[in-house]
């Protein structure tokens, strides 16, 4: 690649995080823009938006994924700006492009080192859903300790969850208060709660304390009892749960070593021998076999991922 080129790669990169900045509109200080307190209450995260620009929002709305990425960022916790977003995808697979191109290596490399970069963001995103999701569901049995100790005291379900999104930290304690402020704004607090498994669509557990505190909003009964019975067998299959992945990082360590050995490879070829990797390309066996190696190898990763997503 000539110099001429690079310079206007670079300067295109620069020109998409201007346009960045410029959709994601002006920065405020600390959390401030992310998450809503009133005198007393409970923090909790707003949803991320598609720009801080109320025009783009309009124009991004229209867009297909752009309110799937939107759902995502929220259930990953990430509060990032849509567009922010996609413009740091598109910074990242030119920087990877550029930087594999300055090595040497060839144009195919480049355009599967520009993927990877794009894609980087994405796998983040899906990769903090589920971190989120697992923190959500180890921190359940002490929110029920504390919302089952606050019904018996005689509070109602709303108020118990104030006190216990007050209580606690981390992402449960946020989706509680959100909740919270959801019903104190006018929502049905049912609705409220049934929104919280939208965002924490991995956790089955946080699905059954929703059901059980629907159900004694809305039929009453013996609340603080129901929760002692579900934290008893909530805080079992959560201890079984973490035995069974400490068990199983190891061999997640060695699938996930064995599923990037061959990509690597191949990259570390095209790099140190990109001669003898285009003479294998301009072969059409050579097309062949790279092609075939390819596709079995992209069936095996999403063979080993769908195996690996039934890890909890």
Avoid: C
């Avoid at 509060?79 to 740091?88: D, G, Y």
């Avoid at 480049?110 to 921190?139: E, V």
């Amino acid at each position: 690649m000539n110099s001429v080129a690079l310079v206007v790669l670079f300067i295109a990169a620069l020109a998409l995080a201007q346009v960045a900045v410029w959709a994601s509109g002006r920065q405020t200080t600390g959390h401030a823009r992310l998450r809503s307190r009133h005198d007393g209450d409970p923090e909790w995260d707003r949803e991320p938006p598609l720009s801080n620009n109320p025009s783009l929002s309009e124009v991004l709305e229209t867009l297909p994924g752009m309110l799937a990425l939107q759902r995502l960022q929220a259930q990953a916790g990430n509060h990032m700006t849509a567009t922010t977003f996609v413009f740091a995808s598109l910074g990242l697979a030119i920087a990877a492009q550029v930087g594999t191109w300055i090595a040497g290596a060839p144009v195919l490399a480049g355009a599967l080192m520009g993927l990877a970069g794009a894609a980087a963001p994405f796998i983040y995103l899906f990769r903090a859903k589920r971190i989120r999701a697992r923190r959500i569901t180890d921190d359940l049995p002490r929110a029920l300790r504390a919302l089952s100790r606050l019904a018996n005291a005689g509070q109602g379900p709303a108020q118990a969850i104030r006190e216990t999104a007050l209580e606690l930290q981390g992402p449960l304690a946020r989706e509680l208060g959100r909740a919270f402020a959801e019903q104190r704004d006018g929502r049905p607090l049912r609705q409220a709660l049934e929104a919280m498994t939208d965002r924490v669509p991995d956790s089955v557990d946080l699905r059954i304390l929703i059901v059980a505190l629907v159900l004694s909003t809305e039929a009453g009964g013996d609340l603080g009892g129901l929760l002692e019975r579900i934290e008893t067998t909530l805080s079992s299959r959560i201890a079984l749960a973490q035995k069974a992945r400490a068990q199983q990082a190891q061999a997640r360590l060695a699938a996930g070593i064995l599923a990037a050995m061959p990509p690597l490879g191949v990259l570390g070829v095209a790099l140190v021998q990109p001669d003898h990797f285009m003479e294998g390309w301009a072969d059409p066996l050579g097309k062949v076999l790279y092609l075939s190696a390819g596709a079995w190898m992209t069936v095996g990763m999403v063979v080993v991922l769908l195996l690996l997503r039934r890890i909890r």
